[in-house]
């Protein structure tokens, strides 16, 4: 049962223009959520996080949008540049768990064409 | 500042033989350590996570086993490799509900 899901294996994008990497999740309890970049033979690097309490976390050319009625988030990457390619993750925890770990998606990998 | 080391970063192992992935944290005490894997198309799958020495937590049944020896020393250990267990192996501590997760650099695992 894959709770967190990302729909987008992949995606190509110009340089310079905004990446949108989305992200939807089942389990309503979730109220931590994280985005994760990776690139090949390393292991995941973290980017950008977002509690329930807000709607919008910004870092950067990195912001994070979670609307929580429709169980969704997504990454915007603006503008986007050559290094941004890699896989990215998105990831979910839940305090009310008393929950240690982090349920991952299965990846986007991002193209950034020069 | 916190390290974390993980090694091998590459193992080739017969299909039967014994596994021992070491993962060591260095700069903080009393992590969450945990063990990933990722394999093509199943994004990074959690395999067992601990909160303490000799606390391990499984999630999915599976021909592996870990184990807390020490408070910053998380092994990922099997009797007998098959060859589905060729993976991406990855480590990882955090310091717990709510927080990010920081990576080891990875052991890519072949099993022929």
């Known amino acids: 049962d894959q709770q967190v899901k990302q729909n987008s294996p992949s995606l190509s994008v110009q340089e310079g223009r905004i990446s949108i990497l989305n992200c939807d999740y089942t389990n309503s309890m979730f109220d931590y959520f994280l985005w994760y970049k990776k690139y090949p033979a390393e292991g995941p690097t973290f980017l950008i996080s977002i509690s329930s309490i807000k709607d919008k976390n910004e870092d950067g050319r990195f912001t994070v949008f979670l609307n929580k009625s429709a169980k969704h988030l997504s990454l915007h990457i603006v503008p986007s540049q050559p290094g941004d390619s890699a896989v990215y993750f998105c990831a979910a925890s839940s305090f009310n768990f008393g929950n240690e770990k982090l349920t991952f998606g299965t990846g986007t990998r991002l193209t950034i064409i020069p | 500042s916190q390290t974390i080391h993980q090694w091998p970063a590459t193992l080739v192992q017969p299909v039967g033989s014994p596994l021992s992935l070491e993962c060591t944290v260095e700069g903080t005490s009393n992590p969450n350590l945990y063990w990933y894997r990722q394999a093509a198309g199943r994004g990074l799958q959690l395999l067992f996570y601990s909160v303490g020495i000799g606390q391990i937590s499984s999630e999915v049944p599976q021909n592996l086993s870990a184990s807390r020896p020490q408070d910053r020393q998380f092994i990922l250990s099997s009797k007998k490799l098959l060859l589905s267990d060729s993976g991406f192996y990855l480590c990882?501590?955090?310091?717990?509900?709510?927080?990010?997760?920081?990576f080891g650099q990875g052991t890519r695992l072949t099993v022929v």
């Open positions: 990882a501590w955090s310091w717990g509900v709510n927080t990010e997760a920081f």
